[in-house]
C-alpha cells in the first residue's frame, strides 16, 4: 500500500509533464514554420522595377567608356540585401577580367553628409578592380531610372541597354543566377542583340521610410 500510494503522485506528475512537452511542441512547430515561410516569402519577394533609359542618358554624370562595355550598380548604403549585389559584382569584375568598366553609386539623401553613405558597403565596392564607388544625391540614380538598391545596368560600347535588373537570386543571397548569368554572356559576346532583364532584390532607393540608416535596417532578415 505505501508503495503504490507514492508512485501514483509521481504518475501523475509524469503525465503532467509529457502533456505540457505535448502542448510546447504542437505550439512551437507552427511558429517556426510559419517564420520559415516568411522569411522565405521575404528573401523571394523582388524590389520595385526600374526603368532604366535605353540609351545611356545624355547628361549622365558617369564616364562611359566608348571601346567596351559600362556597368553602373545603384545601391542604397545601408541596405543589408546589398551585401550580396557588391559580392556578386566581384565575381563578375573578376569573371569578365577587365573587358568591363563598372560604376557603382551610393545614394544618400541630399541632407546628408558624404561620410553616411561610406559605409561597409562603400568600402567593399571600392576595393573590387575596375569598380569606381562613387556618392550620388539622387540625381544620377533618377537619370538612370533606377528604384531599388542592387538595380545593376549594362551598357555597350556604343551606349545601348543590353541588362537591367538584379545579379542575385533573391535578397542577400550568394550563388549562381539568372542576372549575373545573363550579364557574363553578354560581356563574352559584345554584338549580342538581345536585352536581357531580371528581378532586383533589395530595399527602395528612395522610400521615406527607407532613407533613415534605422529604416533601411528593418528590411534586414
Not at 522595377?49 to 553602373?72: I, K, Y
Request: net charge positive.
Amino acid at each position: 500500500m505505501p508503495i503504490g500510494g507514492s508512485a501514483h503522485p509521481e504518475g501523475r506528475a509524469a503525465q503532467k509533464k509529457l502533456l505540457f512537452a505535448v502542448v510546447l511542441v504542437a505550439l512551437w512547430v507552427p511558429l517556426v514554420a510559419g517564420g520559415m515561410v516568411f522569411l522565405w516569402r521575404y528573401s523571394t519577394t523582388a524590389g520595385a522595377p526600374g526603368n532604366p533609359p535605353t540609351s545611356w542618358p545624355r547628361h549622365a554624370g558617369l564616364e562611359r567608356d566608348p571601346n567596351s562595355m559600362t556597368l553602373v550598380m545603384v545601391v542604397h548604403p545601408h541596405c543589408p540585401c546589398s551585401r550580396a549585389s557588391i559580392g556578386e559584382l566581384a565575381e563578375l569584375m573578376a569573371h569578365t577580367q577587365n573587358r568591363l568598366q563598372a560604376w557603382v553609386m551610393f545614394v544618400r539623401p541630399g541632407t546628408y553628409a558624404d561620410d553616411w553613405a561610406k559605409t561597409d558597403l562603400w568600402r567593399s565596392a571600392a576595393a573590387i578592380p575596375g569598380v569606381k564607388a562613387i556618392v550620388d544625391d539622387g540625381r544620377e540614380a533618377r537619370r538612370f531610372g533606377a528604384e531599388t538598391s542592387g538595380e545593376t545596368l549594362l551598357y555597350d560600347a556604343n551606349g545601348k541597354l543590353m541588362f537591367a535588373g538584379g545579379i542575385t537570386g533573391a535578397r542577400g543571397h550568394y550563388g549562381d543566377n539568372a542576372g549575373l548569368t545573363a550579364v557574363i554572356d553578354l560581356v563574352g559576346k559584345p554584338d549580342s542583340i538581345r536585352t536581357a532583364k531580371t528581378a532586383v532584390y533589395g530595399c527602395p532607393l528612395f522610400a521615406p521610410s527607407k532613407v533613415r540608416e534605422e529604416g533601411v535596417k528593418s528590411c534586414s532578415r
